[in-house]
């Protein structure tokens, strides 16, 4: 787009994740306004072309994308290295229509605004053999309580709007949403490296996640991952 790059992934119809990169990240950032520049590629290629040198190597990088149909080309430069460049080139398909997740006519019932390292830290804790995780959300204290299941633990968090982890607090009335905890799991990559969480919870139990990464420089990057819930 215009305003910058947009990079979207779905799993089994159950989670949406989209990662955007607005142009000013970019040393250049040139795209034609008149046409939509919208293509599928694997995203385990891509991974493994941007880590070629290695996931410690900070290289420079180029792309290219010519027309529909044409391969997007990936030229790499490891900084720590003259006269060594890598040409990729990914082959593309037509981008299928995505899953809108949202319902225009479900109400939004919670929000929540949290420190990211601290809520990264709350998830790294959580028990790896559980399934299912509850959110108990209130007006009242404790405000939210984080419950997870498997097959013989049970454990529960609480986490009032006082805590120093909670930056904004918004509920009318109490709601009960629960989800697959491997869901949640899938932000935690993303979650290292933001400074701020944004949490919107529908009436219909959508859930969304909104990630926010600050570089130094205050130029900015964002994630966002829809996650549908678990129904009793």
């Not at 990936?74 to 593309?92: A, F, G, K, R, Y």
């Not at 899938?186 to 009436?203: N, P, W």
Request: aromatic content about 6%; some cysteine.
């Amino acid at each position: 787009m215009p305003e910058g790059l947009k990079l979207t992934v779905e799993e089994g119809k159950c989670v949406q994740a989209s990662a955007y990169v607005p142009a000013d990240n970019f040393t250049e950032y040139h795209i034609r306004d008149d046409v939509d520049v919208m293509f599928k590629i694997s995203i385990a290629v891509l991974a493994e072309c941007l880590n070629i040198f290695g996931s410690g190597e900070e290289s420079s990088l180029k792309m290219y994308y010519r027309c529909e149909g044409s391969p997007l080309l990936l030229v790499l430069q490891p900084l720590s290295v003259h006269n060594v460049m890598t040409d990729c080139e990914i082959s593309t398909q037509t981008a299928d229509a995505l899953l809108d997740l949202r319902d225009e006519e479900a109400s939004e019932v919670a929000k929540l605004v949290l420190k990211a390292p601290a809520f990264f830290g709350l998830l790294s804790d959580l028990e790896r053999s559980c399934d299912i995780l509850e959110l108990n959300l209130s007006p009242e204290h404790p405000n939210v309580s984080i419950v997870t299941y498997g097959m013989q633990d049970r454990s529960c968090i609480d986490m009032p709007k006082s805590s120093d982890m909670v930056q904004t607090f918004s509920c009318d009335e109490a709601v009960t949403l629960k989800y697959q905890l491997h869901h949640i799991r899938l932000i935690m990559k993303a979650l290292a490296l933001s400074t701020k969480v944004f949490l919107k919870f529908s009436s219909n139990g959508l859930l969304l996640i909104q990630l926010k990464m600050e570089k130094e420089d205050q130029r900015q990057m964002f994630s966002e991952f829809h996650i549908v819930p678990l129904l009793d």
